[in-house]
């Protein structure tokens, strides 16, 4: 069905017209849109919708930037986007990955399943076999594959997170792509991440109708072991790659302390961590928070990745 222009009517009883201002609008916000993806600085090589898996009739891509010149290896950081685990897309953290190319890195921003339809742990199980297809096709793309990290906002934070504090547990390694492959990573930056999910409830107002989607169960007694083992808090160990954690302490979605938890768990496990707050932060950041958020990351992964050169 054609909706007609909206009209109104003048003081002198004309009608006015909206339907060409309207049109201008769009055109004009088409056209941005369509100038900020292509203006590509010539420093970076931009490489998207890279397939590299297909699973449960899927087909996952990633989208790929790297320094333009230079031979490498580069350090590399993939970039998981956030969404409540059931919305979001890759593209989402393009403009990072292009930042993150112009000060030395490779960067990929990643497909991963969704629930409702996919349930836990397929967002995982996929983060991981990223990991591991970024690693097997290192040469092709001047990946360093002993320099690798993750870093991502809300359930992306959480899922960069998790793979810190899964290293070495096979369980969530999946059963797709690359499985010669390791899925470790070296490092990893989570923003506004829920450590704990059984403290999401009472504080995420979406939290039931979110973990029926995600778990396909709300939090019991009988469901709360299912709460806990996807909850990176629980899975901490001395084997946990060193963790940044960014985390605006106006969060009224996941709150700030779910950040300070984790930071303490990894401190008596003497993981290298480092909590940062964005003071009057909201759980999506923006403007001057975003930047403050951006430049921890920056540094922290400088200083990670410069360390392990050095060894």
């Known amino acids: 069905m054609i909706t007609r222009p909206r009209q109104r009517q003048s003081d002198r009883g004309h009608i006015v017209i909206t339907w060409t201002s309207a049109i201008c609008v769009i055109m004009t916000s088409m056209m941005t849109a369509i100038a900020a993806d292509t203006a590509i600085d010539p420093a970076i090589q931009w490489l998207p919708d890279i397939a590299f898996a297909e699973v449960a009739g899927e087909t996952l891509e990633l989208n790929l930037a790297r ?85 991502g906002s809300s359930a992306g934070g959480h899922l960069s997170q998790f793979l810190a504090v899964t290293n070495d547990v096979r369980e969530f390694d999946g059963d797709h792509t690359c499985l010669d492959q390791s899925s470790r990573v070296n490092c990893v930056a989570a923003w506004a991440q829920a450590s704990d999910f059984t403290r999401e409830y009472g504080v995420w107002k979406e939290a039931p109708e979110a973990f029926r989607g995600f778990l396909g169960v709300e939090l019991t007694a009988q469901t709360r072991r299912l709460h806990v083992r996807a909850s990176p808090l629980f899975w901490v160990t001395p084997n946990a790659a060193p963790t940044l954690l960014v985390h605006g302490t106006a969060d009224q979605d996941v709150l700030f302390v779910q950040s300070v938890w984790i930071h303490e768990r990894l401190l008596s496990a003497e993981v290298e961590t480092r909590l940062v707050p964005i003071e009057g932060g909201g759980h999506g950041l923006t403007g001057d928070h975003l930047q403050q958020a951006e430049q921890a990351t920056f540094d922290f992964f400088d200083q990670q990745f410069r360390k392990a050169k050095k060894n």
């Open 67 to 151: 320094p333009a010149t230079g031979s490498g290896p580069f350090p590399t950081v993939m970039c998981i986007h956030g969404g409540g685990f059931s919305g979001g897309r890759r593209q989402d953290c393009d403009d990072l990955c292009r930042k993150f190319a112009l000060r030395g890195y490779v960067a990929a921003t990643i497909d991963y399943r969704l629930s409702p339809k996919h349930r836990w742990p397929a967002h995982i199980h996929d983060c991981k076999a990223a990991i591991r297809w970024l690693r097997a096709n290192a040469v092709k793309y001047a990946i360093d594959i002993d320099r690798i990290a993750s870093t």
